[in-house]
């Protein structure tokens, strides 16, 4: 059912009043994020999980990396581009079996691939209006990486320090393994049982099951444990005096402050890395729906909500089929005038402030 409600009244001024992030980088944030990584060459990290056609949040994510790459390059001393965590390990499929909850993930269900032609749709419109170069990094590849199996020996070493911090409710290392024969997977690793060289995982199906660190590119995580291994790989290549480059990242405000400093800055100093290594985080304003809560594509693509808004804010594909090219334009345009304005920036926007910009019906 949709609710009638009065039309919001506003009298059409945009308003930004300072405070925080906002009164300290008022006027130039570019000039002071080139100054701050340690290596020309800048990867701009962002990250999707392709279960859905991108939304208006991740269309606002994927523009800020863009101009800030772009607005980086102006700068003769750095060099930007952009990578795509693709995110494919997420859930396409959830069931219970023996009282557990278990998942198919979205490569191996195959859903993955049927979204991510619109992602390289959306970043390649981009490359073409900044001239940033990108590449997609799906997890296997990311796990692929030698520094992985470093970081997930020092990772269950410190089990009982970060279970805990992690995963409050059931204080487990959710680092997940699907089944090599028919890809379920333990969400919660209940049935995990963690040695210091391997992790033996249990099939409701086909029993138990070794895999060893080394073979890292087989590895899930849940959200906050990969929040961490991502920001320890990143600082890893930072330090590698064979990389040429150094990582920034670009995610959502929904997760900044409490959830950054308990489940990662936190963490990290725990188990003995440096916090002050790990990359700059660059967080996107939220957009929000009519109560002031996060526009959710989950909530769109698993109960069908926000059937009051037009659909091109809640679906790329709709976006796109409405807009074309220009409205991409038109979208990054007004990202990257936050970006060039600081003060614009760090704020939250409602979906009726794009309705404006784009249109209503």
């Known amino acids: 059912m949709i609710y009638k409600m009065n039309t919001i009244k506003h009298d059409g001024l945009v308003l930004y009043p300072l405070g925080g992030a906002s009164y300290v980088y008022e006027q130039d944030l570019v000039g002071y994020l080139a100054s701050r990584p340690p290596r020309k060459n800048i990867k701009i990290s962002i990250g999707a999980q392709p279960n859905g056609s991108p939304h208006l949040g991740t269309l606002v994510v994927f523009s800020l990396a863009f101009a800030l790459a772009e607005l980086l390059n102006r700068q003769k001393s750095r060099s930007a581009n952009v990578t795509l965590e693709v995110i494919d390990t997420a859930p396409a499929k959830e069931l219970v079996i023996e009282g557990l909850r278990y998942q198919i993930n979205l490569r191996d269900s195959g859903q993955a691939d049927i979204f991510l032609a619109q992602y390289d749709q959306l970043l390649n419109t ?157 967080y996107a304003p939220l957009i929000v729906d009519w109560s002031g809560a996060k526009l959710s594509k989950s909530l769109y693509v698993k109960r069908g909500a926000y059937k009051y808004l037009p659909a091109y804010l809640v679906s790329y594909e709709h976006f796109y089929e409405r807009f074309g090219e220009k409205g991409i334009a038109k979208l990054y345009n007004e990202v990257k005038s936050w970006v060039e304005n600081p003060y614009k920036l760090f704020r939250a926007y409602s979906v009726y402030y794009f309705m404006e910009v784009f249109g209503y019906d």
Not at 142 to 167: C, G, M, R, Y
Not at 224 to 251: E, G, H, M, Q
Request: proline letters at 6%; hydrophobic letters at 35%.
């Open 126 to 282: 981009l490359k073409k209006l900044t001239g940033v170069g990108f590449t997609l990094r799906r997890q296997s590849e990311f796990n692929s990486q030698l520094t992985i199996p470093i970081i997930l020996k020092k990772v269950v070493e410190n089990e009982t320090v970060l279970a805990p911090l992690l995963d409050p409710k059931k204080k487990k290392l959710k680092i997940r393994v699907p089944c090599p024969n028919c890809g379920l997977t333990d969400k919660d690793a209940e049935k995990n049982i963690i040695f210091r060289n391997c992790i033996v995982s249990y099939c409701p199906k086909h029993g138990k099951f070794k895999t060893y660190y080394k073979n890292s590119s087989r590895f899930e995580y849940n959200t906050p444990l990969r929040n961490l291994i991502r920001a320890l790989s990143y600082s890893a290549d930072s330090a590698d005096p064979k990389r040429d480059f150094c990582w920034l990242r670009v995610t959502g405000m929904d997760y900044a402050g409490f959830y950054q400093e308990e489940l990662l800055y936190r963490t990290v100093s725990l188990i003995g890395y440096r916090v002050d290594k790990l990359p700059i985080i660059l």
